[in-house]
Every structure is written in C-alpha cells, then in structure tokens.
C-alpha cells in the first residue's frame, strides 16, 4: 500500500520547488555582479570610442 500524502501540503511544497526553481533561473539570466557590471559597461563606452574615432566626416579624406 501507498505512502499517505496530505495534498495541501503537497501542493504547497511543489509550490515552493516551482518558485525556487524559477528564482534559480533568474539568478542565471539576470544576476550579474556589480564589477561584472561595470566591465560590461566599461567595454561598451570603449567601443563606441573606437567607432566614433574611426568615424569619416562628411568633406573629409578626398
């Protein structure tokens, strides 16, 4: 014969485990740490140097 299982607390637990499992993905695809952040940030500000310096001006060059 089967395990007894009181369904309240049953559907509370998978509750819980559907949650938790759902903050583990955010964690993944949003949580980031701060310096990783500012790394982002800092290789993005380079880069659009580097485009803005490699930029031609209309009536320049010929």
């Not at 819980?16 to 980031?32: I, P």
Request: cysteine-free; glycine content about 8%; hydrophobic content about 30%.
């Amino acid at each position: 014969m089967g395990e007894i299982v009181n369904l309240r607390r049953r559907r509370k637990a998978n509750a819980r485990e559907e949650k938790a499992a759902r903050a583990a993905e955010n964690r993944m695809r949003f949580g980031r740490t701060l310096s990783a952040k500012r790394m982002e940030r800092a290789i993005e500000l380079k880069r659009e140097r580097d485009l803005d310096g490699r930029r031609i001006e209309p009536g320049e060059g010929s």
